[in-house]
């Protein structure tokens, strides 16, 4: 039986220090039927001349590799979609323009969705791997993933639940980028892509949407991904609220539904107190929520219990890019 290929799809931007070491680390996965698919999001940089150099030196008949360009900077989720629009494969493997993947990911990821299709008896899935964060003063941090060997498949409302209220369930522990995702190209297709007018956090959404349908996320436990945690203004705490309050908005009538839409919306403005480090208004706010929502907020604050080791890590990276001089367009 024939394997099915597999697009590596990359965005890129304004990546000439690491582009290539991420090229090669896809070029060389050990799965046989493999095309490199790049979108470069108009760089200003040297970026596409060193892919088209690659291209020249690396692409054969067997192991393809293309390059498309942006005519503007128009954002990472219309570059993702277009990879989509354009892949060959019949599954789609997302790789980021600063990170290493190990050559076995392609083959581990194929082999963990084949055996939860033909257990759940769909083909609505997407997997994730755990993943290494690389931050720049050089400190580790293993960043797991959800739904991994031996655990339960999370799947619908249970994966909605946990991105949006933070609701633990059993296997929903650990987050889901696209650094790390594949799936069938007809499942982005089906889902509608990302939405290109959410700046950030459109990987986040796309995830939500999946769950709504029902989409399960399987996971693996190995750490696949070696991810590069960059500076960049767009990562700074601002930006992250701003991600944050993008997404409430647009699932407000799930929020609703759940019966948490009034908790949020005020558990925001504290968090947009605490960002400011306005300490007094915040335990002001604080204390009025747990007046008015005394069992939200302790699930609340025991929901995000295991995560409290990713968020200390962030912490410090989001430190060290407020410290960090203003980069230019989103990156890709």
């Known amino acids: 039986m024939a394997l099915p290929m597999v697009t590596a799809a990359m965005t890129t931007y304004n990546a000439e220090a690491t582009v290539i070491r991420a090229l090669a680390s896809a070029l060389n996965q050990d799965w046989p039927t493999l095309e490199i698919l790049a979108v470069d999001d108009a ?9 088209e150099g690659f291209i020249r030196e690396r692409a054969t008949k067997a192991r393809p590799i293309r390059l498309l360009r942006q005519p503007f900077n128009g ?23 600063d990170d290493i993947s190990t050559p076995d990911r392609v083959s581990r990821q194929y082999a963990r969705i084949a055996e939860t299709e033909a257990a759940l008896g769909h083909d609505l899935v997407l997997c994730h791997t755990a993943r290494l964060q690389e931050f720049p003063d050089g400190r580790l941090h293993y960043e797991g993933t959800m739904g991994c060997e031996h655990q339960v498949v999370p799947f619908g409302s249970a994966v909605a639940d946990r991105i949006l209220l933070g609701r633990l369930s059993p ?15 007809s499942v982005y297709r089906r889902l509608g892509g990302f939405d290109p007018t ?31 945690m960059t500076l960049g203004s767009e990562k ?23 019966g948490w839409l009034e908790f949020c919306l005020e558990w925001r403005q504290v968090r947009r107190l605490h960002l400011s480090r306005s300490i007094g208004p915040v335990l002001v706010r604080a204390a009025k929520l747990a007046i008015r929502h005394p069992i939200k907020l302790i699930r609340k604050i025991y929901w995000s219990l295991p995560a409290h080791q990713t968020r200390r890590q962030h912490r410090r990276w989001q430190h060290d890019v407020a410290l960090s001089s203003p980069a230019g367009p989103s990156k890709s």
């Open 171 to 185: 296997g929903v522990i650990g987050s889901c980028a696209t650094c790390s995702q594949m799936g069938r190209k």
């Open 43 to 51: 760089s200003s940089d040297g970026t596409v001349a060193l892919i």
């Open 236 to 258: 700074n705490l601002a930006a992250e609220l701003e991600a944050y309050t993008a997404l409430q908005t647009k699932h407000r009538d799930y929020l609703s539904r759940q």
């Open 198 to 228: 959410l700046p950030r956090s459109e990987d986040t959404d796309f995830n939500i949407r999946c769950a709504y349908q029902g989409g399960a996320f399987a996971g693996l436990a190995a750490p696949l991904v070696r991810q590069t």
């Open 75 to 97: 954002g990472v989720a219309r570059a993702r979609n277009r990879l989509v629009e354009e892949a060959c494969g019949e599954f789609i493997a997302f790789f980021d323009d």
